[in-house]
């Protein structure tokens, strides 16, 4: 399955389900686009629109940038606004810029699209608590996953944040990796001994921070 034809499904779930990240259960669906981050906003304090969206890139109040988003494949074409900006198919839209990292904040991609990675252990980081994020730029809940986390490794210099792009269920990582796991995000946390800890399946930030107080404690 192409990487375009795996999202356009993944849209088509998403509005079936009301769940931005889950597995595409049947094809045929109509045609979606993919969320992108052209929506993020680029400061915290941004302020936003009538349609809930940030004024600087809600396309309803600026429509030349319609074209932009249509050429990054980031359009719903059932409600006529970019998939990342359509309440209706994504209840759970997240316009927040991730915080600042700090100097020093222990954060490394893994797979930037898709490709395979092994072995999650040979990548765990002895002495510290190393968190797997398997995320898709199209999964909103993965967003929030990245803010907390970055949060944390400001904070803490005991942990290492190591980041998997699956981009789409049929990626070499994913399919290694993802076999079972219904949804995204998937996070497995590796405690400071190498040793796993935890797999964490969807949005779960409390039992996300549980294992990684259990991998602090290893
Ligand atoms: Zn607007
Ligand atoms: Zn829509």
């Not at 998403?14 to 769940?19: D, E, K, S, T, V």
């Not at 990240?21 to 302020?47: F, I, M, Y």
């Not at 803010?147 to 699956?166: E, I, Q, T």
């Not at 789409?168 to 400071?192: I, Q």
Request: hydrophobic residues 40%; charged residues 25%; aromatic residues 6%.
């Amino acid at each position: 399955m192409t990487l375009a034809k795996s999202l356009v499904l993944c849209g088509a779930v998403w509005l079936a389900a009301g769940c931005a990240s889950s597995r595409p259960a049947a094809p045929s669906e109509p045609a979606h686009g993919q969320l992108s981050s052209l929506s993020v906003a680029s400061r915290p304090d941004a302020e936003f629109c009538e349609h809930r969206v940030p004024n600087e890139t809600c396309t309803r109040c600026n429509p030349h940038l319609v074209e932009k988003f249509k050429a990054a494949r980031d359009w719903c074409g059932e409600h006529a606004v970019p998939e990342s900006q359509c309440y209706e198919c994504h209840p759970d839209l997240s316009f927040e810029p991730l915080p600042v990292l700090a100097e020093g904040a222990d954060l490394k991609k893994l797979s930037e699209a898709g490709e395979d990675v092994p072995d999650l252990g040979a990548h765990a980081v002895r002495g510290k608590v190393t968190v797997f994020d398997f995320y898709a730029d199209w999964c909103p809940p993965c967003r929030k996953v990245d803010a907390h986390m970055f949060g944390l490794l400001n904070g803490r210099s005991d942990v290492a944040y190591r980041k998997l792009n699956v981009v789409s269920w049929d990626t070499p990582v994913a399919k290694r990796h993802l076999g079972g796991v219904p949804n995204l995000p998937f996070v497995v946390v590796y405690g400071r001994d190498g040793r796993e800890v935890a797999r964490v399946q969807g949005l779960d930030l409390g039992a996300l921070d549980k294992a990684i107080a259990e991998g602090g404690s290893r």
